[in-house]
């Protein structure tokens, strides 16, 4: 029997997909997974642009004629002119940064009084009503009223006191009778958990550690006011980069048409009047991208301040006066050690630390409490306050648990010893780096005062031969190259001069941070 061609065709199909499903090699399996891939995704890229294509937004044409790039730094009208005290006052005023450290201190001054609150008296109330029927049956309500009052010992202990009133209601003609109580409970630990120490043990981590806080923002302040500094003599520094550019721009645009006018005497070839023209050229481009450096940082220094979009700032010319630190090494290493503030929060932590273990000691004790009540309450009053209370009691028992298993106790003084040995090797790090870093100081403030010597001769010497390298080019001996060079070599003298000013000033403010005699103002700025 022959069957339906239909079948027979989808039968051969079949067959033929398990033979191929069965026969199918790591290379089909890796094929057909791409084919799907490529399925799904299709040209996402093309659908992608096409999308962007239709919303996209182009910005307008420039005219005809583009502007020049600008040469100068112009001041315009109702710019802020910044002087170093300006930009630090401005700065605790409006940058994010300095906000966000300031609600840091402050939600950790708001954990020190949730935990101060918890050794205060705790005050509770409840009211209650509940009303129940039933078709046929009578109706009734239930009124009550409760309030407490308990309140931590500091040794351990705690005290509570409770006022109970409840009312029972029944509209079918049975009285309203008043439950009233008063109890009062006194539980005092004996041995675990007993003692100032352990019972205190929150509140005292919740001040110290805002005095570590405290510490941490002034620190914070004090990098803070250097980190504003350093912005600030950056963008003097760039702003007296192009005054030096633009006067060597001046001089190479002389000496330029200086060398015209000598080729046309025929006193020198026309490959000098190039070079003088590309030195001159190459100034000016400078100048340009000086220009425009300087914009991006004072745009950059505007955000970092914190003052909105159009603000337009401006920074006074206020390079750093030369200041000695006439310290001795040795005694500076003494004061670092006794006045920074991280030196003493390192110090107190390690004591944290060491009250951990006698915690933990406490923690292995057994159980032994004292509990004390007593009790008075009325049944069955006709009002709240007409009848007295008729029934009092008075318990008080000792219970004690045996220390049959300790495990996390003992796993929290194994850990606890672990850390101390653990933070007493951090600290003794912490010192011996301190030490080190301060030498480094010292080092490093002899070696900037060193290069302000060697910059200020540097100066002179390059002038003079920026004189002499002008005479010997009219004499005939040397060509323009010389002069262009010399007067680029004192641009470069005169920029590191202004450079190695700022990195002195900021060596020293670093070393006074260091010793812990940087003291900071409320505007920000540094005393000493």
């Known amino acids: 029997m022959r069957l339906p061609a239909p079948l027979e065709s989808l039968i051969r199909a079949a067959a033929l997909l398990a033979l191929t499903g069965a026969c199918m090699t790591a290379r089909d399996a890796q094929l057909q997974s791409d084919a799907i891939v490529d399925d799904v995704l299709g040209d996402h890229s093309g659908r992608l642009n096409d999308w962007r294509r239709e919303i996209i937004e182009m910005p307008a044409e420039q005219g005809p004629t583009p502007p020049q790039a600008p040469t100068t730094v112009t001041v315009a009208p109702g710019t802020r002119m910044l002087s170093l005290r300006d930009a630090l006052r401005t700065a605790i005023d409006t940058n ?33 009503y509940v009303f129940a029927g039933a078709d046929p049956g009578a109706e009734s309500g239930n009124a009550s009223f409760g309030a407490g009052v308990s309140q931590r010992f500091p040794w351990g202990g705690s005290i509570s006191a409770d006022a109970n009133v409840s009312n029972a209601q029944n509209w079918g003609g049975a009285t309203d009778p008043y439950d009233a109580s008063v109890s009062i409970r006194l539980t005092q630990p004996l041995l675990r958990g007993a003692g100032f120490a352990v019972t205190l043990e929150s509140l005292t981590q919740a001040e110290r550690s805002l005095m570590y806080r405290i510490r941490d923002f002034e620190l914070f302040r004090e990098n803070f006011s250097i980190d504003v500094a350093a912005r600030f003599y950056d963008l ?43 030195s001159e050229l190459t100034a000016q481009n400078d100048l340009i991208a000086g220009v425009e450096s300087y914009r991006l940082a004072l745009d950059r220094f505007r955000i970092f301040l914190g003052l909105p979009e159009d603000v337009r700032i401006e920074v ?15 005694s500076a290493i003494g004061v670092a050690l006794k006045n920074r503030l991280d030196v003493l929060t390192r110090r107190e932590r390690l004591q944290d630390v060491e009250r951990q273990i006698k915690l933990a000691e406490n923690g292995l004790l057994p159980d032994l409490d004292l509990n004390l009540a007593y009790n008075l309450g009325s049944e069955g009053g006709s009002n709240l306050f007409g009848e007295p209370f008729d029934q009092q009691s008075v318990s008080a028992s000792v219970s004690y648990e045996l220390p049959l298993i300790r495990v996390d106790e003992r796993e929290r003084m194994r850990n606890a010893q672990i850390a101390l040995g653990r933070a007493r090797r951090d600290y003794d790090e912490f010192e011996q780096t301190l030490v080190i870093e301060v030498r480094a100081r010292f080092r490093e403030l002899q070696r900037r005062t060193q290069s302000l010597e060697i910059q200020r001769e540097l100066i002179a010497d390059q002038e003079r031969n920026v004189e002499i390298a002008k005479l010997r080019v009219e004499q005939g001996d040397f060509s323009n190259r010389d002069v262009f060079e010399a007067t680029q070599a004192l641009l470069e003298a005169r920029n590191a001069l202004i450079q190695e000013q700022v990195n002195y000033e900021l060596a020293r403010l670093a070393l006074i941070r260091d010793l812990g005699i940087l003291f900071i103002d409320e505007n920000g700025m540094w005393t000493e």
């Open 316 to 330: 006074q010319d206020e390079a750093p006066q030369f200041v000695p630190a006439p310290f001795d090494v040795e």
């Open 96 to 128: 994010r940064g300095y906000r966000t450290e300031m609600e840091s201190l402050y939600q950790t001054a708001l954990s020190l009084f949730a935990t101060r609150f918890q050794f205060s008296p705790q005050l509770s109330s409840t009211l209650n």
């Open 236 to 278: 003097v520094q760039q702003k007296r980069a192009l005054e030096n550019q633009r006067a060597n721009l001046d001089e190479l645009s002389f000496a330029y048409r200086k060398a015209e006018a000598m080729f046309r005497l025929g006193d020198i070839i026309e490959l000098d009047v190039l070079r003088a023209r590309r």
